[in-house]
């Protein structure tokens, strides 16, 4: 089985430019926006994270800690955002990895619990996530599933 290193952004934040497009590749929020964050996390205004796993030098999973993910629950926060790994290392995981790692990382700062919406069902549970409530999504018809890790 091959080795993959998990990181925070600020164990290499020389990846910042090269993290923010991927996330930008992979969900369409401007790289601006993600710069913007990962700016707030490197220059420790904020302990909400960006986190990544690397396959050598090439980013192929990562996710991030924002204030509110675009709900209108906005007492539920932090939350998990932009969980994503690329197709061809799906099936590892690599995503339970960075998620372990986020709720880890978040309790060691005594941020307890956070939050992320999702229209998965049966993927977060396996990693201690339980379902909360439904939010409305910014600008979405429909409700969206609302889980919080403890």
């Known amino acids: 089985m091959k080795t993959y290193e998990f990181i ?5 934040s020389e990846l910042k430019n090269t993290a923010a497009e991927w996330f930008n590749s992979k969900w369409g ?6 710069l913007e964050c990962m700016d707030a996390y490197l220059n420790n205004e904020t302990e909400y994270g960006w986190y990544l796993c690397l396959d050598g030098d090439k980013i192929i999973g990562g996710l991030g800690v ?9 007492d539920l926060t932090p939350n998990v955002c932009a969980v994503y790994t690329d197709e061809e290392y799906r099936g590892q995981g690599i995503a339970g990895k960075l ?17 992320l919406v999702t229209d998965h069902t049966g ?13 409305q999504g910014d600008g979405e018809p429909d409700m969206t ?6």
């Open 29 to 34: 929020v401007p790289t601006e926006a993600y």
């Open 123 to 135: 993927f977060y549970e396996k990693y201690g996530w339980e379902f909360f409530c439904m939010v």
């Open 145 to 150: 599933r609302m889980y919080i890790h403890r």
């Open 8 to 12: 925070t952004l600020r164990e290499k």
């Open 99 to 115: 998620l372990n790692f986020v709720v880890d990382d978040m309790k060691s700062k005594g941020v307890s619990p956070i939050y």
């Open 66 to 74: 924002i204030e509110n993910d675009f709900h209108d629950r906005k």
